[in-house]
């Protein structure tokens, strides 16, 4: 499972609803991510997290929050869902930026 | 800022076929640059790497070589499979984030019998 728990794997939303998706990895990397992949968009990274405490916006993250809420744990969380937000997320981790990313199995998120 | 472009897809191959991926991008410096591979229904999984020019990554019988003066890592296999179907990601680590890998948009390939 590449080391990480990601959950839920599926959930409906209706717009305005609010939910948090939850990733813990067990490698005890410092480098955590959130991505999500859309049709001919390939992978946009919404938050990351470089170590303990530290959280960054990547190229799209207006609509999430996120918490780094320990090293394992790394939690993006939508406060008004828009359908706009559909989509498939995928939680990442990994030590150092050349090495590689362990990708969780995703979360296939619909807005209605 | 720092970029990758891939070939669109998808790319339909029959069982043996040489295979080509290519992938372009643009950077600031010396970047590392990786193949991802994603299975249906899966998460990404790093296929190969290169971190300087002129090194050839290779894993699983595909190949990709850092050519800096075209600016490419073209992902290459000599002879496809069935089981090598999947959605193959090109990336890069740029140098002015060292925290944050960016992606192409992916090439599906579909390997048919």
């Known amino acids: 499972n590449a080391g990480v728990t990601q959950t839920p794997k599926f959930q409906v939303l209706k717009t305005g609803q609010s939910m948090t998706l939850q990733c813990a990895q067990d490698?005890?990397?410092?480098?955590m991510y959130w991505y999500r992949q859309d049709p001919g968009m390939g992978l946009r990274l919404i938050y990351y997290s470089a170590s303990e405490g530290t959280t960054d916006k990547g190229e799209v993250p207006n609509g999430y929050n996120v918490s780094r809420l320990n090293k394992r744990e790394f939690s993006l969380r939508l406060e008004s869902a828009a359908p706009s937000q559909t989509s498939v997320y995928f939680c990442?981790?990994?030590?150092?930026?050349?090495?590689?990313?362990?990708f969780g199995s995703g979360t296939q998120l619909s807005v209605l | 800022g720092d970029s990758v472009t891939q070939m669109e897809g998808p790319v339909t191959l029959s069982e043996e076929a040489f295979l080509t991926i290519n992938c372009t991008y643009t950077a600031t410096g010396y970047p590392s640059l990786f193949w991802y591979v994603q299975y249906p229904g899966e998460g990404l999984q790093l296929l190969l790497k290169a971190t300087k020019a002129d090194d050839k990554g290779s894993n699983k019988g595909f190949e990709a070589t850092y050519r800096k003066e075209t600016t490419s890592f073209h992902l290459e296999k000599g002879s496809v499979q069935v089981s090598d179907s999947a959605v193959y990601f090109c990336a890069l680590s740029g140098m002015r984030n060292t925290d944050k890998l960016i992606f192409g948009t992916g090439t599906r390939l579909q390997v048919f019998p």
């Open positions: 490698m005890n990397h410092n480098s």
């Open positions: 990442a981790h990994g030590y150092r930026r050349n090495e590689k990313l362990f």
